[in-house]
């Protein structure tokens, strides 16, 4: 491996899947202004998913419905010509 290009800082971090709820606690370098408090009693940085290995059917084995209009209509609404 070439030295020198992987980040130094990694830090505890909470992600939490928003189409079920689901949360987890890992080691990451993204940035995020949102804070949780964890199950150990201290606050880490939050940082949203809107899919994750426990509600992506692949994982889960189970047909499962996403909601792909909302995010259509997200990209339209961004990417408009004024």
């Given at each position: 491996?070439?030295?020198?290009?992987?980040?130094?800082?990694?830090?505890?971090?909470?992600?939490?899947?928003?189409?079920?709820?689901?949360?987890?606690?890992?080691?990451s370098?993204?940035?995020?202004?949102?804070?949780?408090?964890?199950?150990?009693?201290?606050?880490?940085?939050?940082?949203?998913?809107?899919?994750?290995?426990?509600?992506?059917?692949?994982?889960?084995?189970?047909k499962?419905?996403?909601?792909?209009?909302?995010?259509?209509?997200?990209?339209?609404?961004?990417?408009?010509?004024?």
């Amino acid at each position: 491996m070439k030295q020198g290009i992987h980040p130094q800082s990694y830090r505890l971090v909470v992600f939490k899947d928003m189409s079920n709820g689901s949360t987890f606690l890992t080691r990451s370098t993204a940035n995020s202004k949102e804070t949780i408090k964890w199950e150990d009693g201290n606050e880490y940085p939050l940082l949203k998913l809107e899919i994750s290995n426990t509600s992506h059917p692949f994982f889960t084995g189970q047909k499962m419905l996403v909601d792909t209009a909302g995010r259509i209509d997200k990209f339209k609404k961004k990417y408009a010509k004024k």
